[in-house]
């Protein structure tokens, strides 16, 4: 019985899974989405998937029913808890970053054996992957590469980087002991994005979150604390970029790719700036910079900017938006519009 290829998004409701969704079904309506999360997928999205699933991914018997039904050509593995979140609740964390990712690399595997062709797998991995003594260090080295710093000092770090390395794994070297050549293997490919920002969904559970709360708090007309110093540089990128990226590397001629991990960056504001610029658009903006010394310190443990001359040279990222066209272009319209009472 041949059935049509679909893709599985895990983390469906999630910032990057909502866009994400949009965009596939932009780019090709035909494309049948499987969107996978804990939570009830929202209305907007729902009409674009060709199946919701309300389901944990460490449900071995709800993704062995998935690959009963669907053949899955290529998965979106976008489920985690975030830095902040993870932090509280470390072992739990683990569990769903790290055996969540494993789940989903054997359903991978066994597809790709059952249909006889490679099973696509993306995997966002983060910048909270590096880890950096202090402040003063992460002002004087510059933009980071993939293979420096990389000794994380959060759960969601550690999680990040040994999923990477999973990854790698099941695509280079999956039984390499095993008697029989395993024929069709996974394609796994991962963007360590920065915080990410997007003017339609607030982040939760995350350490980056600073920047997108200033600003719709400010559209709320909400008065907003800042966790970090005012001078505290942190890489973001727009969250149409984001999804861009992962789009492109999915795309991308595996004859092309050099590594199975890129860094990807669009811009590196402060704080400060990200206040100036929210209030510049809501002159009425309360911001006030009150450092939270424990959840700055893990901002402080990730690089200030990173570099992606990986991801330029071999798969063509090019983000549309600087900082000061994500605000213009992006993110002011469309959150005026969303708060406009
Ligand atoms: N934005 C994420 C977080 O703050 C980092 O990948 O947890």
Known sequence: MSRKPAV?????????????????RRADPETRILGLDLRELGEAIRPHCHAAIIGDILDQGLLDRLVGEYEISTIFHLAALLSTRA??????????????????LKLAVEQARWHGSTVKFLFPSSIAVHGIPDF??????????????????????????????????????????????EGQRIDFRSIRFPGLISAFTTPSGGTSDYAPEMIHAAAKGVPYTCFVRAATRLPFMAMPDAVDAMIKLMAAPAEDLQRVVYNISAFNPSAGEFADLTKAAFPDAEITFSPDVKRERIVHSWPAAVDDRHAR????????YDLQRTFDEYLIPNIRERYRT
């Not at 040279?313 to 549309?320: F, K, M, N, Q, T």
């Open 87 to 104: 932090e509280f609740t470390p072992e739990t964390a683990h569990q769903v970053n790290v055996q969540g990712t494993l789940n989903l």
């Open 8 to 24: 599985l998004i895990t983390g469906a409701n999630g910032e990057i899974g909502q866009s994400l969704i949009f965009s596939l």
């Open 313 to 320: 040279a071999e798969w063509g990222l090019s983000p549309a």
């Open 136 to 181: 003063e260090t992460r002002e004087s080295i510059g933009p980071v590469p993939e293979h420096k710093w990389t000794i994380p000092t959060t759960m969601y770090g550690c999680n990040k980087l040994y999923c990477e390395n999973l990854g790698r794994y099941y695509t280079r070297h999956y039984k390499q002991l095993a008697a029989e050549e």
